[in-house]
């Protein structure tokens, strides 16, 4: 029998069950995923590999439509192990047709992370571009932010760099977690010149962005002087005081900054300052001085002993030197001397050598060395070089010890990364023809000697046009002004102008020379910022030179800058294993702590334009305020 209600009453009645499920139903709760809570714990415990097994297990009982989404969860794990040719194997048995959008989105971050950990920054990139809404991922975007992060400072985009972290910052809500991710902004803001940071503080708004910028201007700016720093930061901080460094970075930066910057009361300079090597010597010793000048107060005792370039002499002249008071000793400079120095297997005063040896002393040996190896910055070129898309190259290397090296370095550290070298051609130093290794390396002789063979067949002549190897990227030239200025114009007519050639500071001899290096335009290669900067400090510190010592200034440089970075660095070398205070920038470049207690320098990159070099816009110094997004807006970006 079917029972009639009144309207009104159904309304009621209506209502009262909406009123019922408001007040006095409970929600049902999702039941946990045991899967997903057996795979956790085994992460947790470091078995990785475990964890991506157990949702790999499950496809033998799973629907066959579930197979991608398990598959993709296995993978994360695989990530998170950084277990990646595991991973590259997965990625290929994954059926994307099969996944959802939010399941696409993970799928993408996975094949970023491997193209990271294969060093294509550019791949990475362009993988993450196809992740519009991250907001939407399971993590609200925080992997996403750190891939790209981690993407643009690999390409060697500190300040796009900054703009993800400073994104990722406020997503995060694991205070050690955003202590770790606010000192990697501080350590990419490191990496920018004065200039980069002066034009971003200076934004038309305050936000986030300009609020970094600005603290680690203040930092560099106020470095060893604690009454600066601390003035400073009150006034920044009351112009950003809801900043997100104010909670986070700042109590562990001022931490820091207590411990930090303690310079010795007398320090000792080791110089071989007679003999084959002092006019080298005497370059370093300017720089020395000239910052010794530059320092207003508390200006410690300076104290020069010669070695004459005779490594025997160099252990008494240390011993002399502590017996004299030093607190510290700065030198040598030649390779013999600091092995001697190592070798000792105790240093009671630390010591701050001006060059490296292969054989690292014992790790509690207090000697750290610091000095401008060729083969670091051939290092660099490879970073460079790879970084911008190229992955077969073919060298011209100078015939010599010193190029054979260099050369190893390179092509040691751009396999590393997943480039090939494909040939190198050796030169005399002293020739003026250059046509035998070039003609080798493009394999140009191949394409005559088909031409004749095709000939002699027809037994006819035939028109012939020259056509070089097409599977070469870039160029490797290790030389000398002398030799690049010479081998450039032949890599033109022997058919490789389209090619991009890279080089080291080598190839410029540091002063500019319009009408013989309008030869070389288009030559890519790396220097330091006292040659390369045409603004800011460095500049002015020149200028000052070139009035002090107007013949002195044009001689050695590069080594100048040595000696003037030398005694800038000396009370900061405890602290550049602290997180706050990983860099220095330097005349010789960013200065960073590197294994064995080796100071490393990150270089600028230049490009021969017109005869003289300037600077890329690929350096850290490019200001660049495209995308500067809404999501930077504030002091934490999205939350």
């Known amino acids: 029998m079917n029972r009639c209600f009144p309207l009104p009453s159904i309304l009621l009645y209506v209502v009262l069950l909406a009123l019922a499920s408001c007040a006095g139903v ?19 415990q470091g078995d990785y590999l475990a964890a991506a097994q157990l949702y790999l297990n499950r496809l033998q009982t799973a629907p066959r439509d579930q197979h991608a989404a398990l598959r993709v969860s296995a993978g994360e794990y695989l990530a998170q192990g950084e277990l990646w040719d595991q991973l ?8 994307t047709t099969a996944l959802d959008p939010q399941q696409q989105m993970r799928y993408q971050q996975l094949l970023a992370g491997l193209s990271l950990s294969q060093h294509r920054s550019e791949q990475a990139l362009a993988q993450l571009g196809k992740i519009t809404t991250p907001e939407l991922l399971p993590d609200q975007g925080r992997q996403y ?8 400072a690999m390409a060697g985009n500190a300040q796009e760099a900054v703009r993800q972290l400073i994104w990722l910052d406020g997503l995060l809500t694991d205070s050690a977690a955003r202590l770790e991710n606010q000192y990697r ?7 920018l010149p004065d200039l980069t940071l002066q034009q971003l503080a200076a934004a038309p708004q305050a936000d986030a962005f300009s609020g970094w910028a600005e603290l ?3 930092s560099r700016q106020a470095r060893g002087d604690r009454q600066l720093w601390t003035q400073r930061l009150e006034n920044w901080s009351a112009r950003y005081p809801s900043h ?7 109590p562990d930066l001022a931490s820091q900054i207590q411990e930090a910057g303690i310079r010795a009361q007398q320090v000792a300079v080791l110089l071989p300052l007679s003999g084959k ?26 104290r020069f002993y010669d070695t004459a370039g005779n490594p025997q002499l160099l252990w008494s002249l240390y011993q002399q030197a502590v017996q004299d008071g030093a607190q510290f000793v700065i030198g040598p400079l030649l390779k013999e001397s600091v092995e001697q120095l190592g070798a000792s297997g105790h240093l009671p005063v630390p010591v701050l050598a001006l060059n490296s040896v292969e054989n690292d002393p014992q790790a509690d040996v207090a000697l750290y060395q610091f000095g401008l190896a060729p083969e670091d910055e051939a290092r660099q070129v490879a970073e460079k070089t790879f970084r911008d898309g190229h992955r077969q190259v073919v060298a011209l290397v100078p015939d010599t010890a010193w190029g054979a090296r260099v050369f190893a370095a390179f092509a040691q550290h751009f396999t590393t990364l997943g480039g090939e070298v494909l040939d190198a051609g050796r030169y005399a130093p002293d020739s003026a023809d250059f046509k035998g290794p070039i003609q080798q390396i493009f394999n140009l002789n191949d394409s005559k000697n088909r031409h004749r063979a095709l000939e002699r067949l027809l037994g006819q002549k035939l028109q012939f046009e020259l056509r070089r190897r097409q599977d070469v990227d870039a160029v490797l030239l290790l030389g000398f002004p002398e030799q690049a200025r010479q081998i450039f114009p032949q890599l033109v007519f022997h058919h490789a102008g389209d090619l991009p050639v890279y080089s080291t500071s080598h190839v410029f001899g540091a002063t500019t020379d319009r009408r013989l290096d309008r030869d070389i335009n288009g030559l890519q290669f790396c220097d330091m910022p006292w040659v390369l900067d045409d603004q800011g400090s460095w500049v002015a510190e020149r200028n000052t030179l070139a009035a002090v010592w107007p013949e002195r200034s044009k001689r050695y440089p590069r080594l100048f800058a040595l000696g003037f970075d030398a005694w800038q660095i000396v009370p900061w070398l405890d602290t550049l294993s602290l997180p706050g205070f990983a860099s220095f920038p330097g005349a010789t470049g960013v200065i960073t702590l590197g294994a064995g207690k080796h100071l490393q320098r990150t270089l600028d990159w230049a490009q021969f334009d017109n005869g003289i070099p300037r600077k890329l816009s690929g350096n850290t110094d490019t200001l660049s305020m495209e995308g500067r997004d809404e999501r930077t807006q504030g002091d934490g970006g999205p939350r």
Not at 244 to 250: D, G, I, K, N, R
Request: charged letters at 25%; zero cysteines.
């Open 185 to 191: 902004i501080w350590e990419q803001l490191s990496a």
């Open 216 to 218: 680690a201007l203040i």
């Open 145 to 152: 932010y750190r891939l790209r992060a981690e993407a643009y």
């Open 26 to 44: 409970p929600e049902r709760e999702e039941a946990p995923d045991p899967l997903a809570a057996s795979a956790g714990a085994l992460a947790s």
């Open 88 to 95: 590259a194997t997965l990625l290929t048995r994954i059926d």
């Open 244 to 250: 997100a460094a104010q909670a986070v970075l700042l």
């Open 277 to 302: 090597t002092e006019e080298s010597a005497a370059a370093i010793r300017d720089g020395i001085l000239a910052a010794w000048y530059q320092q207003q107060q508390d200006r410690p005792e300076l």
